[in-house]
T-cell receptor, first 113, second 112 residues
């Protein structure tokens, strides 16, 4: 059974810091991995999608990497801003079950001005 | 990409009643899903809404409690039946398009 874990569960940093959020998954047979952002009481916003054949994706100040062999993905946020404060979720989709997205436990990020 | 809207955005309901949540996607999509997010928790898949056939439910979720309709490729409804306080959650509609998954803004349900 695929399990997805995110570390840390919560993180507080001062504005301007670079930070890394971690996502671990137990089954390396993933089809793709997606990072989302969720603001309090809101739905999810897709940030980055990494296909199983890719090693990383970049969008603005965000960079996500994927290492299937070790079962890990990281989300790097450069020059953090208070507007980055949110819960960040990673989710994996497995080969053979591509209709199902398995979510991690989430990291609650607070960027202090 | 796909833009998803949901109605209602929130509701407060009494125990024993039912609520139907509507989900509209701005483009035709093959796969639509319903998720539940209980307070302080991550998302759990309730079911896959299949166009023209019965929904596929995940373990722990049954059709009698969460009937789902999907009459076409852009619309789906989820009904939460015979509600109890344990059903208080955010319910999110989702669609899979071009390898990415998109989510609606969610419906915040409180059962008293």
């Amino acid at each position: 059974k695929q399990e997805v874990t995110q570390i840390p569960a919560a993180l507080s940093v001062p504005e301007g810091e670079n930070l890394v959020l971690n996502c671990s998954f137990t089954d390396s047979a993933i089809y793709n991995l997606q990072w989302f952002r969720q603001d309090p009481g809101k739905g999810l916003t897709s940030l980055l999608l990494i296909q199983s054949s890719q090693r990383e994706q970049t969008s603005g100040r965000l960079n996500a990497s994927l290492d299937k062999s070790s079962g890990r993905s990281t989300l790097y946020i450069a020059a953090s801003q208070p507007g980055d404060s949110a819960t960040y979720l990673c989710a994996v989709r497995l080969w053979g079950a591509t209709n199902k997205l398995i979510f991690g436990t989430g990291t609650l990020l607070a960027v202090q001005p | 990409s796909a833009v998803i809207s949901q109605k209602p955005s929130r509701d407060i309901c009494q125990r024993g009643t039912s609520l139907t949540i509507q989900c509209q996607v701005d483009s035709q999509v093959t796969m639509m899903f319903w998720y539940r997010q209980q307070p302080g928790q991550s998302l759990t898949l309730i079911a896959t809404a299949n166009q023209g056939s019965e929904a596929t439910y995940e373990s722990g979720f049954v059709i009698d409690k969460f009937p789902i309709s999907r009459p076409n490729l852009t619309f789906s409804t989820l009904t939460v039946s015979n509600m109890s306080p344990e059903d208080s959650s955010i319910y999110l509609c989702s669609a899979y398009s071009s390898y990415e998954q998109y989510f609606g803004p969610g419906t915040r349900l409180t059962v008293t």
